[in-house]
Structures are given as C-alpha cells and as structure tokens.
C-alpha cells in the first residue's frame, strides 16, 4: 500500500495513525506543498490522504480509508466492543474531527493571515470549545480515550491533542485547555503506546519545518 501523506497534517496523521496501530506495513509518499499535478491526478480534490491499495485502489477522505482499514485488516480492531461500544468509539472520533479539528484547521488559516477577521474567529472558537467540551466529557479515566485499548478515537485525537499546542501559540490563548484538563492530559498518557508517540514525534518534526515559529 501507498500513502500520499505529509508530517504535519493532521487527517493523514490519523491514516498513518490506523496504519502504525495495526501494524500494516505502506510506503510513504510525501508530496510537495502546496500540492501539484501529482495529487491531482489520484485525487480531484487535491487533498490528503490518499490511500493506494495493494490491488491499485485509490481511496481518500481519511475516514473512509479508515474504514477500508478496519474492514480488509480486522486484526488489531480499532472498533472493539459491542455495538454500543463501537458506536460510542465512532461518535468521539467524529467529533473530534468535525467539531475540534474542523474549526481548528479554519483558524489556522485565519490566524494567519495579515488582517484578521475577528468575528469568524470568535465564531470558530465557539464552535471548537463546544466540541472540546463533548471530548472532555466523554474521554474515559484509562489510558486510551476510550477503553484499555487503542481505538479509532486514539487515531483521531492525538493528531488534534498535538495541534492544540500550536494554536495556542498563534492565538496567544496559552489557557485554551485550562477547561478540559482530560484533554489536556490526554496525549502524555496516550504517547505511552508506540505508534501513538510516533504520530506526535512526526507531527512536532513537521511543525519544525513547516512553521518553526510555532514549535
Ligand atoms: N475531508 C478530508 C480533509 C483532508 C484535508 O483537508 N487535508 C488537507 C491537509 S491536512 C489538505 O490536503 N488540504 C489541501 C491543501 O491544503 O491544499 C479528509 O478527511 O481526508
């Protein structure tokens, strides 16, 4: 298998993320940013991750490629449980990555630019905090966010768990997870798994190179 990946982002940290905890060997393609020809032709969107199956496959949007994971490499599930348990699984993951990642990766952006646009802003870290708020409340007391073993959850929320420290540098709010002390722990107790470490070690090297003044 093929990933189409680069360091700091955080939906193909997540791929490489499911690929590392379930031990599924893949050949790292790093494209240039911003992206070229080159993506374009396996994805329209001109986003990553992409996945390319060992049959020629190409798959992206980085939960679908999850999902093709965990269907064709059932060992190691990242779904274990019942079907509540599986349920309360996905429910954290999505909410990590439409209600904290997604305003997240917007505010980046904005915080950015030159001139900032500070009623979207505001808007945004609205919108974050409630999602925040929903993790806090439902990550378990053990190691992992939910459970004693890594889920998909994990493979969500370490890549936005990492992101949270840069976003605090470029809003100057150093006390964004002063609410959600969980949260805020989480990624020192879920580091403790190799494959979790890896994604936040090749993260923090990403920042380096991409926005030094954030690290
Ligand atoms: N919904 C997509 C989002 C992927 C995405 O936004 N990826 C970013 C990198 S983290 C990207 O490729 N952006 C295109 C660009 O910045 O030009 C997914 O789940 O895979």
């Not at 630019?113 to 646009?117: A, G, I, S, T, Y």
């Not at 709010?173 to 997870?177: A, E, F, N, R, V």
């Given at each position: 298998m093929q990933l189409y990946t680069r360091p700091l982002s955080p939906y193909s940290a997540f791929a490489r993320g499911v690929l590392y905890l379930k031990d599924l060997p893949f050949k790292p393609i790093t494209p240039a940013y911003p992206f070229a020809a080159e993506v374009a032709k396996v994805n329209p969107f001109k986003r990553i991750p992409i996945l390319v199956t060992s049959s020629g496959e190409v798959l992206y949007e980085a939960a679908v490629i999850a999902e093709y994971l965990e269907d064709h490499f059932p060992h190691k599930t990242l779904l274990p449980g019942t079907p509540r348990e599986r349920a309360l699984i996905r429910l954290l993951a999505r909410i990590a990555e439409l209600d904290v990642l997604g305003p997240a990766n917007k505010l980046f952006v904005l915080l950015s630019?030159?001139?900032?646009?500070l009623p979207t802003i505001a808007r945004l870290f609205e919108k974050m905090h409630a999602g925040l708020a929903v993790v806090e409340s439902r990550l378990g007391p053990g190691d992992y966010a939910i459970g004693n073993t890594p889920t998909l959850a994990d493979a969500w929320l370490l890549p936005v768990r990492f992101l949270m420290e840069p976003l605090k540098k470029l809003s100057g709010?150093?006390?964004?997870?002063d609410a959600y002390p969980r949260f805020d722990a989480y990624a020192a107790k879920a580091k403790q798994n190799p494959a979790l470490e890896r994604i936040w070690n090749e993260m923090s090297d990403g920042l380096q190179d991409f926005m030094p003044q954030l690290v």
């Open positions: 630019k030159q001139e900032r646009d709010k150093t006390d964004l997870l």
